[in-house]
């Protein structure tokens, strides 16, 4: 193949899930710049629709679906109507930040369904799609975004207050959604359906400074990942240029988790 249409996704159908986080608007552009047509999920339509015109602007093809992705019966109502997909990437996830005292039963249940659960009804929903993404395309890719800290701990002595570090049900709703990736590799492998887990690092949105120079004090790289550094992971894990890739987790964030 032509290395130059490797990363390419002309025809491609993609639908991301909270589309307009601080790192979901990177991947965003990052497929309708590649060239997919880009479903944009989100909670908040009216957001989503500025969003979706700013995007229109810059001539990429896009269009909103606002719903709830963490809510199993929306997500099969939306994938039911949608003929086919090449691209799933689930993004979305819901937790409310509190200290190791002040954790619930319900805490846990709530981030674990809306990061782990709600993937793995994503994927159940969007297969029929998904299979018609491979019959026309040869391929489909599953992309979850998990968290470096679904594989270590977060450390505490780089944050002002226990209320500042990223809070206990985080982590392990994130470190499940990394081993679902596999399963789903397995089960969906021999459709053609790759399901691979991104993994980002310290990429915080306006940290205070203090927190922001520990942070990038504890990478390889001695800074703080950019947003526009999540696109080409993303793409890459998307596009034909890692059709022999499933069942991992690329991991990005500057060599954290290497030490």
Same mark, same amino acid.
Not at 144 to 151: C, F, K, V
Not at 163 to 187: M, T
């Given at each position: ?16 899930? %909270?589309? *307009?986080?601080? +790192? ?7 497929? /309708?710049?590649?060239? #997919?047509? $880009? !479903? ?81 009804? %994503?994927? *159940?929903?969007? +297969? ?7 019959? /026309?395309?040869?391929? #489909?890719? $599953? !992309? ?81 990942? %950019? ?33």
């Amino acid at each position: 193949m032509d290395s130059q249409k490797l990363f390419r996704l002309d025809g491609r159908i993609a639908f991301i899930s %909270a589309a *307009r986080g601080h +790192l979901g608007r990177a991947m965003t552009r990052a497929l /309708a710049q590649a060239g #997919a047509h $880009v !479903i944009l999920n989100g909670r908040d339509d009216a957001a989503l629709a500025h969003f979706e015109q700013e995007l229109r602007a810059e001539g990429l093809s896009v269009e909103r679906a606002a719903f709830d992705a963490c809510d199993p019966a929306a997500l099969r109502e939306f994938f039911a109507a949608l003929p086919r997909l090449d691209i799933l990437v689930n993004n979305a996830v819901t937790m409310t930040v509190k200290p190791f005292a002040a954790l619930t039963a319900e805490d846990f249940a709530r981030t674990y369904a809306s990061s782990v659960t709600a993937a793995f009804e %994503a994927v *159940r929903a969007a +297969l029929p799609g998904l299979k018609q993404g491979v019959a /026309a395309a040869g391929e #489909a890719s $599953v !992309i979850n975004i998990a968290s470096m800290y679904g594989a270590v701990s977060p450390d505490a002595r780089l944050y002002d207050t226990p209320e500042g570090q990223s809070p206990f049900h985080y982590g392990p709703a994130k470190a499940g959604l990394i081993q679902l990736s596999r399963h789903l590799a397995a089960e969906l492998g021999p459709l053609k359906i790759r399901v691979n887990a991104l993994v980002p690092g310290p990429f915080p949105n306006n940290p205070e400074a203090g927190l922001g120079q520990r942070l990038a004090a504890r990478t390889m790289l001695r800074r703080l990942g %950019a947003p526009s550094e999540i696109a080409g992971p993303l793409l890459f894990l998307a596009s034909p240029a890692a059709s022999f890739i499933t069942g991992s987790a690329l991991t990005v964030d500057g060599g954290w988790t290497a030490w």
